[in-house]
Nanobody, 120 residues
Framework: QVQLVESGGGLVQAGGSLRLSCAAS????????MGWFRQAPGKEREFVAA????????YYADSVKGRFTISRDNAKNTVYLQMNSLKPEDTAVYYC?????????????WGQGTQVTVSS
């Protein structure tokens, strides 16, 4: 079992930055690939970014490439999402998730989400 708790969301103006954190419980965090997803009101949940268990490979949605950076610290059981040059369309609830398989496979565990609101 892995429990995930996101933090770092908030209200920011367009062009600003936020860093989301996702703290994981359990001693096997380093064996999980991690992902960030988001869901805006009235829209389906969408993929944002993912990182392999070692941190050696990262993947991004086209909409955030060049603006967002995913990273992880396995010693701290934490994955991060650095979000720069934020746009109003980035407004959503952001979720982190863990998978014991590949980053493109279904995710097994989900956090409760953190709200990010970008004002224009």
């Amino acid at each position: 079992q892995v429990q995930l708790v996101e933090s770092g969301g908030g209200l920011v103006q367009a062009g600003g930055s936020l860093r989301l954190s996702c703290a994981a419980s359990g001693r096997t965090f380093s064996s999980y690939a991690m992902g960030w997803f988001r869901q805006a009101p009235g829209k389906e949940r969408e993929f944002v970014a993912a990182i392999s268990w070692s941190g050696g490979s990262t993947y991004y949605a086209d909409s955030v490439k060049g603006r967002f950076t995913i990273s992880r610290d396995n010693a701290k059981n934490t994955v991060y999402l650095q979000m720069n040059s934020l746009k109003p369309e980035d407004t959503a609830v952001y979720y982190c998730a863990a998978t014991s398989r590949g980053v493109a496979d279904p995710y097994d565990y989900w956090g409760q989400g953190t709200q990010v609101t970008v004002s224009s």
